[in-house]
């Protein structure tokens, strides 16, 4: 009995950490199996295919960026204006004067060119580039027989005197002349003390409405030069400085030569320079052109840097409201209608007159 008593309290405490410990690997032994089951038939792939799917998603709005081109062509209307006139071919390379004066076109002798009769040479000269360039452009008549002799190859220089900001100052200019009979190029150049204020220059031929320029160039002081084209393939008149354009229908000008137009008119048909009469001519300027009413005022004597001489007065003067230049040139019939005076006054009451002062012949 004692040896008894004494042994139960020994075995009863391994038999229950026996069991304990079976029961704890049975346990873990079934966890194991629990997640290698799960792991085997519960795959984690399905759950990630809903997120591939959404990138997939998220990549396709790349695609429509495509149709980016429609967007820009909304905004051709304003580049189409001048491809809708059905008169207007494809547009060609840039002018340049060299290639732009074909021999083909030369005209008659210097002594002599007729012109044949245009009922409406200005017509439709409105401004095709721009829907909103203003106003149509005014039109232009010539219902009369014109006959042009532009003037022989010359030099001629200048006294320079000028009104800027109530100040009178002094200076020098010049413009060349040279005529081979069919083509022409005009350089000309003002300054003041010793500042060159303004240069130009213009290049082209003749045809049968007389002058007929190709290209012409200007530079102000202080301000970048600015070309406008008289493009004969297109028949077109367009300006580096601006978007405007206007129909070339012949007998248009520009700044520089519009003053050897009307010397060759004078020598080649005097009777049109009647006091209070009219000449109607297109002219291009730097960013934009208009009907020159050329009116001429009558015969003066005036006294310049060669002495006294008879010149018609002829003068432009811009619409009210404009602030384009008021021009009045003086050309002299006694020295082959070489303008012997110019002047350009601003709207301010500026200006820019310039005396002849010399003639040199050129070849």
């Not at 075995?11 to 026996?18: C, K, N």
């Not at 022989?152 to 320079?160: G, I, N, R, T």
């Not at 297109?282 to 008879?310: M, S, Y």
Request: charged share 20%; no cysteine; aromatic share 8%.
């Amino acid at each position: 009995m004692g040896l008894t008593s004494l042994q139960l309290p020994t075995l009863e405490p391994r038999r229950l950490r026996r069991r304990i410990i079976g029961l704890a690997l049975a346990s873990l032994v079934l966890h194991v199996w629990v997640l290698y089951w799960a792991n085997t038939n519960v795959s984690l792939v399905p759950s990630t295919q809903p997120e591939t799917k959404l990138m997939q998603a998220a990549l396709r709005p790349t695609e429509p960026q495509k149709p980016i081109v429609p967007a820009r062509e909304a905004r051709k209307p304003v580049v189409r204006a001048k491809p809708k006139r059905p008169s207007a071919p494809p547009p060609p390379a840039a002018i340049e004067p060299s290639s732009a004066l074909p021999s083909q076109q030369a005209a008659t002798p210097v002594d002599s060119i007729p012109i044949e009769t245009a009922s409406e040479p200005f017509v439709d000269t409105a401004p095709i580039a721009n829907e909103n360039a203003g106003s149509a452009q005014e039109t232009s008549k010539a219902d009369q027989q014109y006959k042009f002799a532009p003037p022989p190859s010359a030099e001629l220089k200048y006294d320079v005197q000028a009104l800027r900001d109530g100040q009178t100052v002094y200076g020098g200019g010049k413009i060349g002349w040279q005529f081979d009979g069919a083509r022409y190029v005009i350089n000309g150049e003002a300054g003041i003390l010793f500042i060159t204020v303004l240069t130009f220059g213009s290049e082209g031929d003749t045809d049968a409405f007389g002058i007929a320029p190709v290209i012409y160039r200007e530079k102000r002081f202080r301000r970048s030069e600015t070309n406008t084209h008289f493009q004969r393939e297109r028949q077109l008149i367009s300006f580096s400085s601006s978007t405007l354009s206007y129909p070339r229908k012949g007998g248009e000008q520009d700044r520089a030569s519009i003053i050897w137009q009307l010397a060759a008119l004078g020598r080649g048909d005097r009777e049109k320079f009647a006091p209070n009469s009219q000449i109607p001519i297109f002219v291009a300027g730097v960013r934009d052109g208009e009907v020159w009413n050329i009116q001429v005022i009558g015969e003066e004597e005036i006294d310049v840097g060669i002495g006294k001489l008879r010149a018609w007065h002829v003068t432009r003067t811009p619409r009210q409201g404009s602030y384009e230049q008021k021009l009045d040139i003086w050309l002299a019939p006694e020295q082959n209608w070489y303008p012997v005076r110019l002047r350009f006054t601003e709207v301010n009451g500026d200006y820019l007159d310039m005396s002849l002062s010399s003639i040199t012949a050129t070849q």
